[in-house]
């Protein structure tokens, strides 16, 4: 069953399919520690680099379990792609996450009021997963 060591894992979904995560950062090294953080805890992680990246994996992959999005990047802000997935009747039942290194309140305010589920602050570490995990839907 789960493992005595290390956070309980909480990846497993239905008929024990792995959760998919998307994980959108422009920053290489912050894709790959937010990937190394999720699939430590069993969850299926796609990466890409871009807002519009990430709208165009949507329209082929319907099953995305959950976005975490950076919040500044190039061309498209994380603000703008959950703008863009909560007004979507398509995707807006997948809970979106933001992160930023910067701890402004009215953005993390403004961001949970479009209907963000949760925002975290980088960098993001283990207990910030686990508080995923009661985020899914």
Known sequence: MSSP???KACGGGAADRPIHVLAVDDSS???AVIARLLRSSKYRVTTVDSGKK???LLGLEPNVNMII???WMPEMTGYELLKIVKESSELREIPVVIMSSENVPNRINRCLEEGAEDFLLKPVRPSDVARLC???R
């Open 5 to 7: 060591r290390g956070p």
């Open 29 to 31: 090294v912050d894709r």
């Open 54 to 56: 990430a709208l165009e």
């Open 69 to 71: 999005t950076d919040y």
């Open 134 to 136: 009661n985020r899914m």
